[in-house]
């Protein structure tokens, strides 16, 4: 009799386009297991994270782990046949050594020809056939299932909702938080004031093409901030047409600040699943939006300092 069991093995390969510490967060969640343990699935070579699945269970495992980021693969566990000696025939001796050696199909362990592991104790006999019992029930109730013309049916309706969502600035989809708001629109006005600079060069050499540059420039940084924004009133499970109050008098000098202190949804809501966990570049460059304020107060009053050290300087 032939068991087809697999193994999934792990050798710290990440999916494209998934950061280190989002993959290990994830493997947390997914493992309930704590941060030492998961790190040691990273640097060490390949790691069998869970053996003796049949093809479906193994598929599972693989699913789960790729959402997470994790690019695992399935291997076919070895095969372990075995034979009564009285009824085996004649063997060279120069293929005696060999043959007479076996690896228990639940833990690995390599060892002569026996019954029972050496290892983790199991009777292999009773083990394989326990196997074998498992494969059949389930394969018999996937033919009751499939035998009954009025029986509901079994198959996934709609696909499954991912854990997290895709990240993408120039949308008005998805969601994000408020750390990432930030980090976002640090990047916008950084990218917007290197754009400024070439627009200003544009004036250097004609007033209509420096007009034009300006224009184009304050255009699309405009679009691509009102994108930005929808997406955090998603977060929050507002509609992006929450943005007109912007255009309310005095409504619209206070809203902004529901953008960065209203938390999000946490799990799926109307808009999708959450944003996925934030980076360490996120974290840092929302820092450094928040000290934007700070940064521009000290420079408001020292300015004036210079410049009357400046004028005593000169008299």
Not at 8 to 27: C, H, R, S, T, Y
Not at 31 to 37: A, E, L, Q, V
Not at 83 to 97: G, H, M
């Amino acid at each position: 009799m032939t068991f087809d069991l697999y193994k999934i093995v792990f050798d710290g390969e990440l999916v494209p386009g998934m950061a280190a510490d989002v993959v290990k967060d994830n493997l947390i969640r997914l493992f309930n297991s704590d941060t030492r343990k998961i790190e040691r699935l990273f640097g060490h070579g390949p790691v069998n994270i869970k053996r003796d699945l049949s093809g479906p269970e193994a598929d599972k495992y693989l699913q789960a782990l790729h959402r997470a980021g994790a690019k695992a693969r399935k291997e076919p566990e070895q095969v372990i046949t075995l034979a009564l000696l009285d009824n085996a025939p004649e063997r060279s001796t120069d293929t005696q050594a060999a043959a007479d050696q076996m690896s228990c199909p639940k833990c690995g362990h390599g060892q002569t020809v026996n019954n029972q592991c050496e290892r983790c104790g199991i009777v292999i006999e009773k083990y394989l056939a326990r196997q074998a019992q498992n494969t059949q029930a389930i394969n018999e109730r996937i033919h009751d299932v499939a035998a009954q013309p009025y029986a509901p049916p079994r198959a996934q309706v709609g696909e499954p909702t991912p854990e997290y969502g895709e990240l993408k600035a120039f949308t008005i989809q998805g969601r994000i938080g408020r750390l990432r708001y930030l980090a976002w629109s640090m990047t916008l006005m950084a990218a917007a004031l290197g754009l400024l600079i070439i627009a200003s060069m544009g004036f250097a050499i004609s007033p209509v093409l420096g007009s034009i540059l300006a224009g184009l420039l304050g255009i699309g940084v405009l679009l691509v901030s009102v994108q930005i924004s929808i997406q955090r009133l998603h977060d929050i499970g507002w509609t992006g047409w929450f943005m007109l109050l912007n255009l309310v008098p005095v409504v619209g000098t206070v809203f902004p600040l529901a953008l960065l202190l209203v938390p999000g949804n946490k799990g799926v809501n109307r808009f999708g699943p959450p944003q996925p966990p934030n980076s360490r570049a996120v974290k840092i460059l929302a820092a450094l939006w928040l000290l934007m304020p700070v940064i521009g107060v000290l420079v408001a009053i020292a300015i004036p300092g210079y410049q009357q050290y400046v004028d005593r300087a000169a008299l």
